[in-house]
C-alpha cells in the first residue's frame, strides 16, 4: 500500500464528494481508465477492509476520486481533511475496453470512472453521454464534463433537470435510432435494463460492475459474477467491465 | 533468530499465509517482493484443493461485519490434476515450504488426494474436516470424532511427511484434538472460521451463512489455542484475527508454535513483511535476548 496526502475533500452534492490526493507521479502513470484502486483510512478494525473506488480524474500529481457516502467506510472519509494521510492499493483490475463510436451511460454516482477516460482518450471522445441521477442536486461534475464539448443527455428521476423519468429511456430512444456500443455504470437496475437494450438493439454493452470486495487482488474469490456459458468470473481482476451478453445478471440478487 | 521446527518442518519464520486467502499464488509476486516472500513467509499453504474442479457457490460470497469477515467462497478450486498440472510448478518457484490443504467429501477422497500428491516435492498437507462426510449423510468431519479418527490413521499410514489437521472451532474441538495427537498428526491448526451470519436486507430477509474471520474472532482463538495447549502436546499452529505483530505474539506465548494469517492478506497483501518485522522488535523485550 502506499501513502497519500489528501490535497482536497470537497462537496458536491448532499452525499458526494470529491476527493484529491497527491500520489508520486511514477506510480499514477501506471493507473488507465476503467481500474480502480482500494483505500484504507487509518489502522482501526472496523472497518476492516479497504474500499474500493474508480479514479475520477487525474491531473498532474493530484488523483481525483468522486464517491458518495454510502456506510461506515465512506463516512469517515468524508470527515477527513486537506493534510490527512490515507493509504491505497492500485491500480486493480482490468481497463476498460478500447471502444470506437461509443456511447457513455451513468446513473449517479456511476459517473466517477468516466472522468479520467475522457481525460485520456481526448482523440477517441465518446460520441455522446447520457447521465441520469435522482434530482439536480446529484448531478455533479457537469462543469468537468462540459470541458469535453461532447453532447450530454441529462434526465432526472423527479424532472428537475433534463428529462423526467430514466435515463435508460433516453438511451434505448437513441440506439433505437443510432445503434452504437455502449459503456455503462450505474445501479443494477440500470444495467440490468442497458443489457436488455443492447440485446434487442444488438449493439454491444460493457457494463461496470459491482459487488462487495475484499481483497481485490484476487486472493480470496469473493467477487464473483456469473458468466452465461457457465461458472464464474472475478469482478477484481477479470473486471470490473464486462461485456453484457457474457454475463448473467438474473443470477445475481 | 524467528526460525522453529515442527516435528520435520523447518521453517525460517513462524509465520503461514492461511489457505483461501492468496488465491492459489498467481499474484502474489506482484505484491510482496520474492525476497520478502521468503525472508518473512516460513510456510505457504494454499487453497483447499479437491479430487474434482469447483466453481464455488454463488454471489454473494462476502460481507464485513464489526471487525470481521463473512465468507462462503465455497473452496473454488480446480481440482488436484489441473493443480499438479498448472499450479504446483510457479507454487514452488516461490522457494518456501508448500502445504497443500485438502478438501473432501468422504474419507476416500483424502486419501486419493494425498496420494496424488505423494510424489511432488510439497511439504506437507493440511487436512480441511470443516466439511461434511457423504458417507454420512453430510455430517460434518469435525461433529464426528470417529470418522475423524479413521481419516487421520489412514493418512498417517499413507503419508510420512508433515501432517495437519485444520480444526474448527467449535463442535468438540478437544476431543478432536486429542484423536489426531493420538493418531499422530505432526501438528493441528487452530482454528478454521466460526460459522456466522449476517442480515444482507431485512425486508424481504435476505441473509448470509458463512464463516467468520478477522480481529473479531481473536479472543475465541486464542483461548482455544491456549487451553488445548495446557492438556495437549500436539504442536498448535493458532490461526484467527491476527493482523499485527502483537497479535502473532499473543498466539505465540499462548501455546502456539507457528501462525497463519489470513483476513490480514486480503486487507493488505504486504501484511506478512509488517507482522515480521513487528515481532523482530517485540523480541528483545519478551524474550530477554
Known sequence: MYKAKIVLNKKESDSIYLLGIKVLKNILKKFEPGQFLKIKLDEKLDPLIPRPFSIHAIEDDILYILYQVIGKGTKNLSRLKKGDIIEFLGPLGKPFPQLKDYIL????????????????????????????????????????????????????????????????????????????????????????????????????????METFLACGIGFCRGCVIPLKKGGYSHLCIDGPTFLSREIDLNAIS | ??????????????????????????????????????????????KGISLYPCEGNPPPRISETPCGLINFIGL???????????????????????????????????????????????????????????????????LDPAAVKILVRRLRKKWDKFLSIKLSPVGPVFEIAEICQKEEADAIVI??????????????????????????????????????????????????????????LEYLLCGAK????????????????KIIKEINTYIPSIFHF
Request: with cysteine; proline share 5%.
Open chain 2, 76 to 142: 473454488e478450486n480446480p481440482g488436484i490434476i489441473s493443480f499438479k498440472k498448472n499450479y504446483l510448478p510457479n507454487l514452488l518457484k516461490f522457494g518456501v515450504p508448500l502445504i497443500v490443504n485438502l478438501h473432501g467429501e468422504k474419507i476416500e477422497d483424502f486419501i486419493d488426494l494425498a496420494e496424488e500428491l505423494k510424489n511432488e516435492s510439497i511439504e506437507g498437507i493440511e487436512i480441511n474436516i470443516s466439511c461434511p462426510n457423504v458417507e454420512k449423510g453430510g455430517i460434518y468431519f469435525f
Open chain 2, 258 to 273: 507457528a501462525f497463519q494469517i489470513g483476513t490480514a492478506n486480503l486487507i493488505n497483501p504486504r501484511f506478512a513483511t
Open chain 1, 105 to 208: 451511460c451513468a446513473g449517479g454516482i456511476g459517473i466517477a470512472g468516466f472522468g479520467y477516460l475522457l481525460q485520456k482518450n481526448k482523440d477517441n471522445l465518446p460520441y455522446k453521454i447520457f447521465y441520469g441521477a435522482k434530482t439536480k442536486k446529484d448531478l455533479v461534475r457537469l462543469n468537468f464534463l462540459k470541458k469535453f464539448h461532447i453532447p450530454i443527455k441529462i434526465s432526472t428521476d423527479d424532472g428537475s433537470k433534463g428529462y423526467k423519468g430514466f435515463i435508460t429511456e433516453l438511451l434505448e430512444k437513441e440506439i433505437k435510432k443510432e445503434p452504437k456500443t455502449i459503456l455503462a455504470c450505474g445501479p443494477f437496475g440500470m444495467l440490468k435494463k442497458i443489457a436488455e437494450i443492447a440485446e434487442n438493439f444488438k449493439v454491444d454493452a460493457y457494463l461496470v
Open chain 2, 1 to 46: 533468530m524467528l526460525s522453529v521446527k515442527i516435528k520435520n518442518l523447518e521453517l525460517k519464520t513462524p509465520l503461514m499465509l492461511a489457505s483461501g486467502t492468496w488465491g492459489l499464488g498467481e499474484n502474489l509476486a506482484q505484491f510482496l517482493k520474492p525476497k520478502d516472500i521468503k525472508k518473512n513467509i516460513g510456510a505457504l499453504v494454499t
Open chain 2, 191 to 248: 482454528a478454521n472460521t466460526y460459522p456466522a451470519l449476517k442480515v444482507l436486507e431485512l425486508k424481504p430477509l435476505k441473509v448470509l451463512k458463512g464463516g467468520l474471520s478477522g480481529p473479531a474472532i481473536k479472543p475465541l482463538t486464542l483461548r482455544l489455542v491456549y487451553e488445548i495447549s495446557k492438556k495437549l502436546e500436539i504442536p498448535i499452529i493458532g490461526c484467527g484475527g491476527i493482523i499485527s505483530g502483537r497479535d502473532a
